[in-house]
């Protein structure tokens, strides 16, 4: 049986997306969540294939949740700050 994917919850209650200031702590915050997710051994120090999946883990993970919230602002902060994820 294949194991269910860590998630976690980022309420956006107060969130306007709309404003600039709120939508850079937002993605502040799911850049931080997207990293404590895929960064499932816990340690700073990874072997190099880890590190490298805990980096393709959060590009995907980052890069998807931009993309299901459909919000302008927040699309255009990740593109000029988010990891490159080919589509």
Known sequence: TALAAPSVHVSLKGVDL???ADVETLYAELSR???EVCNSSGH???ASDEAERVD???GQTLTSVVRQANAP???AL???RGPMIPD
């Open 56 to 58: 393709m883990c959060y």
């Open 73 to 75: 602002l927040l699309t």
């Open 18 to 20: 709309n404003k600039p």
């Open 78 to 80: 990740h593109a000029q």
């Open 33 to 35: 969540r997207a990293r």
């Open 44 to 46: 700073e120090v990874f």
